[in-house]
């Protein structure tokens, strides 16, 4: 308490009280101490700067006090003549007023003949808010200085000096040991800019931050009705709107903050604000980059710890599922072969929460996009696992999603700030795939890694072969050593058995790019298929065969297909990696390849994930709307 120079003394005509600095030139008082302040000079004395000497000031803030004894909004603010080199009061979250065990409250204030002040200890009776307004206030013990004239508008504070509320009025009956005070969360609902200050338990500090400097820009905006931005907040599902609404925006914002439990409720209030006065991006949580390299990282451990780390993780997963999914739908428009709707929403606790709809040329999607995920993260739950999916037309799934820029003024790649997956749109919207593919899940859930069904480059294999491959197996996993374009019906195999996971690369090894002359024999384009890890595995009877011999130093100089070295880096590479964890494999895996020498030349560098978990997405798919521009 010593170096809390921050307490006040106020003088405003006959009235004497306390008060505290706020910012370094604004203090906090009760209304009733300065109710003279039209008429009379208000003054400020520091007594722990005295060298300050008296400060003016005037009243620049009230909370609408009536002026009687039990009238609401008994809060003034002032603002000195200049600033002073005085830290500022800090300040506790409102419910450690009253938490078990109550603390001691202590109180400076300047009763008759204390100028200097004089402090008294009291505690909090209970969180129960007396008429919505007050806390009340009993003496700590039964003896020392009790609160009387000259305490009004004197911070509460906790033992190490924060504070908790202010001290607005005292017990009129004699020997009785009783007060009243406005705790922080009444005080700002008074006074809405103290919110900034003030901690608020599930609220970021810089969201915080951000939203009220945005609406200290806010008046000049138009549309900026409080009411609708306070409906848009807190969803279908949130408080509904007080009697007679909002007059003003601060008074919104201070209710959202305060009163809604929800605290995405408040990103999306700064989110919507923030569209409306067109103050440019989002404050974004901390980086999901720093996730990604400590995943990396942890990939160059030992097997052990590796199994030991997955083991944990998936513990983990089945108590509760960790992904929270930011969604981009696209669609055909049917308003032409080259307009698309698109659609962001984010997820949390099982709802769907729209972010924003529109119809664009296929050569606008990705801008849009861009500014919609980051609008999207933070509508998720704080603690939870960003999961970006792409459902997407079966003629996009190998688009370069992966690679899009984060935003204008972030060159980091998606799939490198966040875990990214693709999922095709049928299947996502077949009711038939969502059920087999969440029982194949439970399946999955017990954490044990899934082999990779291997779809090799050129390969014979007839689709309905491939079909009943992937269902004997109860195929978790499949890899396909060409692009889709290049297997188009093996893919859509894939698509239509229930493989919650399909790997590919975007680039591949293209049907027929080696072709006969350089491998004969080994199955590209329309030669037929063998294995290159059998076709050369040992001599040849040149009996059986009169090319064996030939053949096998040509063979011994040819490049290895790039399908098929792709497929057995994939295989090593998700060994020891449960389903369920591919997303933020991946991830690593794609910020490796980033990071390379020649990351063109890495084998990870296109990777594309399909990731399909219909868990993550409670909601039934329903079709996009074309909305109108």
């Known amino acids: 308490m010593n170096s809390a120079a921050w307490h006040a003394r106020i003088h405003c005509g006959h ?29 400020v004395v520091f007594p722990h700067a005295r060298e300050l000497g008296e400060v003016s000031a005037s009243v620049v803030a009230h909370g609408g006090w009536a002026g009687g004894l039990t009238d609401p909004g008994d809060v003034a603010v002032l603002e000195l003549d200049r600033d002073v ?132 820009s806010a008046p000049g905006a138009p549309d900026c009705d409080p009411n609708r931005l306070y409906v848009d907040a807190v969803g279908a599902f949130g408080p509904p709107l007080p009697a007679g609404g909002f007059t003003t925006l601060q008074a919104a914002a201070a209710y959202v903050q305060w009163e809604v439990p929800d605290p995405a409720a408040m990103d999306r209030f700064a989110g919507r604000l923030r569209e409306l006065v067109g103050a440019g991006p989002a404050v974004t949580p901390a980086a999901p980059l720093a996730k990604a390299t400590t995943a990396a990282k942890s990939t160059q451990g030992t097997q052990s710890t590796q199994s030991a780390e997955t083991a944990q993780d998936t513990k983990v997963a ?8 930011v969604v981009v739908e696209i669609d055909h428009s049917g308003a032409g072969p080259d307009q698309v709707t698109v659609e962001v929403s984010a997820y949390r606790d099982g709802q769907r929460r729209p972010v924003g709809t529109r119809r664009l040329p296929r050569s606008g999607v990705r801008s849009y996009v861009q500014r919609r995920i980051d609008e999207a993260v933070a509508h998720l739950d704080p603690d939870a696992e960003e999961l970006v999916t792409f459902v997407l037309p079966r003629e ?60 090799e480059c050129g390969s014979q294999e007839r689709p309905p072969s491939l079909r009943k491959r992937l269902w004997d197996g109860d195929a978790g996993l499949a890899g396909f050593a060409v692009p889709p374009t290049a297997a188009r ?109 020649e990351p063109d030349r890495h084998w990870a560098r296109d990777l594309q994930l399909l990731w399909d978990d219909p868990r993550c997405f409670p909601e039934p798919a329903a079709s996009l709307r074309s909305p109108v521009d």
Not at 318 to 325: D, L, N, Q, T
């Open 489 to 597: 019906e093996h893919f859509e195999i894939g698509l239509t058995v229930p493989v919650p996971v399909l790997l590919w690369s975007r680039t591949g090894c293209p049907a027929g790019e080696h072709g006969e002359p350089r491998c004969a024999g080994a199955g590209h384009g329309r030669g037929g298929y063998e294995d290159p890890r059998r076709a050369w595995s040992g001599p040849r009877d040149p009996a059986a065969t009169g090319t064996a011999t030939a053949a096998r130093p040509r063979a011994e100089t040819a490049a290895p297909c790039p399908g098929t070295a792709f497929l057995d880096q994939l295989a090593a590479a998700v060994a020891e990696v449960p389903p369920a964890e591919l997303p933020r494999h991946i991830l690593s895996l794609r910020v490796t390849a980033d990071a390379a020498d």
């Open 396 to 455: 996009w799934l190998n688009e370069a999603v992966a690679h899009w820029e984060c935003g204008a003024d972030d060159s980091t790649p998606l799939g490198c700030a966040y875990p990214l997956v693709v999922t095709d749109r049928a299947r996502h919207r077949s009711n038939r795939l969502r059920h087999q593919l969440r029982k194949k899940w439970q399946k999955l859930d017990a954490g044990r890694p899934a082999p990779v069904h291997r779809v």
């Open 85 to 216: 080199p005085l830290a500022p009061a800090g300040f506790a979250p409102p419910e450690a007023a009253y938490t078990e065990p109550r603390p001691r409250l202590v109180a400076y204030g300047f009763p008759v003949g204390y100028d200097e002040g004089t402090l008294a200890e009291y505690r909090a009776v209970s969180g129960q808010l007396i008429a919505g307004e007050w806390l009340e206030l009993v003496a700590w013990q039964g003896h020392g200085q009790p609160i009387v004239a000259g305490f009004s508008g004197a911070a509460a504070t906790l033992p190490d000096g924060r504070v908790v509320g202010m001290v607005t009025s005292a017990s009129e009956v004699p020997d009785v040991r009783k007060g009243r005070m406005l705790p922080l969360d009444v005080l700002a609902r008074h006074w809405p800019e103290l919110g900034e200050l003030v901690p608020t338990p599930g609220h970021r500090t810089d969201v915080l931050r951000e939203l009220y400097e945005l609406l200290r």
């Open 15 to 43: 009235e004497v009280g306390a008060g505290f600095l706020i910012t370094a030139r604004r203090v906090l008082t009760c209304a009733h101490v300065v109710r003279a302040g039209g008429l009379d000079a208000v003054t």
């Open 318 to 325: 089945r108590m509760s599922p960790p992904w929270a999914p």
